[in-house]
């Protein structure tokens, strides 16, 4: 049977290759916010995602949460508020931002979500975050700003800002906030049972105000659509996605796993030439290559013992 250090190690290696797949799977819900208005509403739509992939989350983890109900039942408020800032600020506020906000803003407020993560990583949790890393996380901002501003640096004086940068901005510290008290809470359930766990807690948040969007007469009917957007949502960025991450963050350190969510605007340039043919030009090409070799110089490193 193999050692504790081998599984370790072998977990180490899946790690790596799996949080590169995490930016391009939320790609998919950015494609759905934009898809959402008059479709669906946001909080109907949040409260639909992780109702679902509780739901799943919950079947595939019965036993294990039966075991462990008594540490569930203790920790209550742990998914609560984990369950508040993942599933109800980063779910239907963001959907909140498409109404009225552009891609380019939301990508650069995001864009301090893992540089709030690593700060908070190294203040607060005492991870260890060493000068390569820190010139990691600056490399791949510019890139990030790079794809964002098209190469040309003077479109960022042309940002106008409206309400939907304020949800933008709240979600981005509850991303951060959601990263480091999942870590900080350390949990003795696995990642699917814990991730079952939150999803409870933010259906529980979530659920008076999809109730009030049901209620109201500008609320669009839910049809084929809507449900079509529920199902898409819980499976790729919901389950694929939440649950990469968690487990992810477990092996490698919140905040070297918060620098891939750089790779995000590259993955959905790339998306749109491939689906859209929409043209890639050079911004992408430079973006691309800081964001990949920021990103690079965060993960090379040992991992502590």
Sequence with gaps: MPSDAQRLAAHTRIALVLIWLTPFLWTVNQVSARIAPGVVAPHVLAFGRWGLAGLILTVLARHELWRM?????ATWYQSLILGACGMWVCGAW??????STSAMNISLIYAASPVLIAVGSVLWLGESFGKRQMLGVAVALIGVAHVVV????????QLKWVAGDAWIGAAAVAWAAYALLQKKWHSPLSATARLATICMGGVAVLLPFALWELA???TPPLGPAAYGLIVLTALVPGLGAYWIYGWSQKILGTSRVAVSLYLGPLY?????????????GWHHLVGGVLILTGVALVMAFKREA
């Design 69 to 73: 109900r008594d540490w569930v039942r």
């Design 94 to 99: 963001v959907y909140l931002a498409g109404q």
């Design 150 to 157: 098209h190469g040309d640096w003077s479109h960022l004086a």
């Design 216 to 218: 109201s007469a500008d």
């Design 268 to 280: 959905a340039a790339l998306a749109a030439w491939l689906l859209l043919n929409e043209p890639l």
